[in-house]
Every structure is written in C-alpha cells, then in structure tokens.
C-alpha cells in the first residue's frame, strides 16, 4: 500500500544474558571446568503490525513487556530472530539515552545534529538560536552538555530529532522528562510531524499522554502484541487489568 510507512511481520528477538557464577569454593571450582552459566530471554514474540503514513502509533504494557526491544528492532540497532521489518525509510530512534557530545556544548552538539541532518552550515548557524530557546536552554548553550540535568538532555535531543521532518520516529520514553511548557511544545511538534506525512512510534507509561496523540495503541504483555485498538478502548481494557492484577490477594 502507498500510505505504509513500516511493516513488522512475525518479529521475534532473543537476546542472551549470561548469569552471576555459583557462590560458594566448591560450586566455583566445580564452574571452571564448565561453560559459563546463561540463559536467552525472548524479548518479543511474534509480533507484526503496520504504521502508516501520518500516523501515531503508541506501545504501551508493564516493564519487561518489550516495548524498548521492539523499537531497537524497528531501528535496525537490534538483530531480529525472525521475521522481518520493512521500513519507507530507516527509522530515527530517540530515547532519554539518545547520542549526544558530553564534552561539547548544547549549542555545539545542535550544530552536529544539524549538519548531520543534511542541513548546510549556513541553514544551521541561521537556526541554532530557534532550536535552543525551543529547548528551553537558550541560557544554556555554551555549557557543556555533561553539566546538563538527564531532563536538559532529553529536551535537547528532541529538539535535534525532531529539527527535520522525519519519515519515521521512534521514541522511547523520552517525553516522560523534561518540564511542563517544554513537554506542550514537544507535543505540538508531533503533531506537525504527522500533518507533513511523518509517522511516529512512541513508547509510554503516561495513558494520558498516549490517548492524547496516539491514532492506535498496542499493547504487549511477555513480548507478545495482545490487543491492538483505538486508544481509549486499548487504555481502558489495560488499566482494567493492571487494577484486577493489583487486588489480586498474595496467598
């Protein structure tokens, strides 16, 4: 279809940890002579959706669920077990730990972010004062970026992110930082990427957040999708049970 941004089909990913050694000499001495101890944890579990163009999909479910995974999956930062994801454009993955220089400053890593974009060095020396008062750090740009508070980050990664329409955008928690007047903007900013066709991912615990700008919810439980609906009735059947689950007694 035309107005098909991404498409996951059956995806799976598996990822191996390797646990703590055995405690205790005779348990050491008896692990040299083993391979070390590990186990593969099925991270998601044969998951497949579509996102269209101008679209805001959000993912939501309780931690460990696999939302984070799946959108490294989707970026491509992640090597699917199986299945495949197939994207109009490679996907702009932005979380609270997005990349950024903690030696240079706010202003210097705008100008990076910038030019990496593609935008030429005239364009962005025009439009480095813009994004930082955006930011909210326009009294901020000459500092080093690891004396910014990890909320002065995220708002300054958003900011980068977003200077250009992307095709796709996945976010990962990174709104969850970051002050109320900034947290408006941002969200107004979303929605002028979805007018301009652009489509977002965007992962959240916040519901009121996720009905407010989301067309779709998916909501995963032990890696697997188990409802997929408008948000309203998505978010409802999930609070539903997480509340059912919390007055369960512990015998």
């Not at 995806?11 to 040299?32: E, F, M, N």
């Not at 990076?112 to 025009?126: F, Q, V």
């Not at 930011?135 to 250009?164: I, N, Q, W």
Request: net charge negative; charged share 25%; proline share 3%.
């Amino acid at each position: 279809m035309s107005d098909v941004s991404l498409i996951a089909t059956d995806v799976h990913i598996t990822y191996r940890t390797y646990l703590d050694p055995p405690q205790g000499l005779r348990a050491r001495l008896k692990s040299r002579s083993s391979q070390r101890r590990f186990r593969d944890i099925e991270a998601v579990r044969g998951a497949s959706f579509e996102l269209h163009k101008g679209e805001s999909i959000g993912i939501i479910g309780h931690n460990g669920a696999g939302k984070s995974t799946i959108l490294l999956g989707l970026a491509g930062l992640l090597e699917l077990t199986q299945g495949e994801v197939v994207a109009r454009s490679r996907p702009a993955l932005l979380g609270v730990g997005a990349l950024l220089n903690g030696s240079l400053s706010g202003r210097r890593n705008v100008e990076m972010g910038c030019l990496a974009l593609g935008m030429s060095k005239r364009d962005t020396d025009a439009r480095v004062d813009e994004l930082m008062e955006f930011a909210g750090l326009e009294d901020f740009a000459d500092v080093p970026l690891k004396a910014y508070s990890s909320g002065m980050r995220a708002r300054l990664a958003f900011t980068v992110a977003t200077t250009a329409v992307p095709d796709i955008l996945l976010i990962d928690e990174a709104l969850a930082v970051g002050d109320q007047d900034f947290h408006a903007r941002a969200l107004a900013r979303l929605d002028e990427i979805r007018a301009a066709a652009g489509s977002v991912v965007v992962v959240s615990h916040n519901m009121s957040e996720v009905e407010r700008m989301c067309d779709r919810i998916l909501w995963m439980d032990h890696g697997q999708i188990v409802k997929d609906g408008l948000p309203a009735d998505v978010v409802v059947e999930y609070q539903d049970s997480a509340a059912s689950l919390s007055s369960t007694p512990i015998r």
